[in-house]
């Protein structure tokens, strides 16, 4: 049996473009989700096994019946607003869950695993670009999450021989070229499809938060990755470990800058008209400028991003249109 990637969340938004992109290379595939944040038909027909990463028992037989040897770790919960609520919540999913989900990808021999970390484990960067190097330094519940995450695969290396790579996403966004997957805005708080519901509904209007930031236009600036061009990078995470290469972190966006109210006038360009918006304070936390230092990427993974922002606003506005036409 040709061995097999264990795709935890892969129901997920990221996860089932992920799915999708290892399909279409022919790697066999099956996805273990709980179904909580997501439906089934976003994995488009590929083997689901609906469950819990800490249902140790399930996730061993599925990685023993499935022959796999890698597992990539979508599965987590990853708003900041209700981690800070709800630590619990976070911790026993995010920590404690992918502590049941190695324990059982070690006893059924599982070598090597992509992991889903954040750029948010920088906190705010003492300096843009960010480069790996820079110090980690969360600012909130679930940001700690993912850096205790990266510790513990450390250690699960140094013990269990795991090869990892965690790869730190910047702000993915947009939507399948086709349409037929994208991030469902009933479980999305991000401003993209935010943004396009205020333009497509009577719902409430965006609200922008600060205006007065060191930016220039005053806007916060954030580095937005097409899903395509993530699912792309999981690709050479795996190969990366296939080749026998070693545990690490790497940042995963574009390099490019783009201020919210950028954001909003490309929507309208898609959209032909405008974003009904608010201007409101600042938010706590919220770092005025990241964006990565993408050059780790291309020496150690061998990738680097296909798209841009013209190309993420116009998939997630098709893909937004589409869907609110047939659900409303
Ligand atoms: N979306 C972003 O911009 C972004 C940025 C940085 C990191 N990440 C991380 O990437 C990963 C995927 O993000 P996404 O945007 O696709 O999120 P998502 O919420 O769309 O997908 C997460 C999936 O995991 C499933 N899940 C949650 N807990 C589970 C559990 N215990 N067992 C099995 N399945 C479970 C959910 O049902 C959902 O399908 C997450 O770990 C997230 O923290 C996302």
């Not at 061995?3 to 799915?19: D, E, F, K, M, R």
């Not at 040897?69 to 919960?77: K, S």
């Not at 990738?303 to 937004?320: K, M, N, S, V």
Request: proline share 5%; glycine share 10%.
């Amino acid at each position: 049996m040709t061995a097999s990637t264990l795709v935890t969340g892969g129901a997920g938004y990221i996860g089932a473009h992920t799915v999708r992109a290892l399909r279409a290379a022919d790697r066999p595939v099956v996805v273990l989700d709980t179904l909580e944040l997501s439906t089934a038909d976003a994995v488009l027909g590929a083997d689901l096994v609906v469950g819990d990463i800490a249902d140790e028992a399930l996730v061993e037989s599925v990685c023993r019946d499935h022959d796999v040897d890698t597992i990539v770790h979508f599965a987590a919960y990853k708003n900041v607003g209700e981690s800070m609520a709800e630590p619990s919540k976070y911790f026993r999913n995010n920590v404690d869950g992918t502590v049941h989900l190695l324990d059982a990808a070690a006893r059924a021999g599982v070598g090597q695993l992509v992991f889903s970390s954040s750029c948010s484990v920088y906190g705010t960067p003492d300096h843009v670009p960010v480069d790996e190097s820079q110090r980690i330094a969360p600012e909130s519940v679930y940001a700690e999450t993912k850096a205790i995450v990266e510790r513990v695969l450390h250690w699960y290396g140094v013990v269990h021989g795991l090869r990892s790579v965690s790869l730190r996403y910047f702000n993915a966004a947009g939507a399948s070229f086709d349409s037929r997957i994208g991030e469902d805005w009933t479980y999305a708080l991000n401003l993209i499809p935010v943004a396009i519901r205020a333009l497509l509904t009577d719902g409430p209007p965006l609200q922008v938060f600060g205006t007065d930031y060191p930016t220039p236009d005053g806007t916060c600036v954030r580095d937005y990755i097409h899903v395509d061009d993530l699912a792309g990078a999981h690709i050479a995470a795996i190969d990366h470990l296939a080749g026998g290469g070693e545990t690490t972190a790497v940042n995963v966006g574009t390099g490019v800058g783009s201020s919210v109210k950028q954001v909003l006038d490309g929507i309208e360009a898609v959209a032909g008209r405008p974003v009904p918006h608010e201007l409101a304070p600042r938010r706590a936390g919220d770092p005025s400028s990241t964006y990565a230092d993408t050059a780790r990427a291309g020496t150690v993974l061998g990738w680097e991003p296909r798209y841009g922002l013209d190309e993420i606003l116009d998939t997630a506005f098709r893909w937004h249109q589409q869907q609110y036409a047939t659900t409303g």
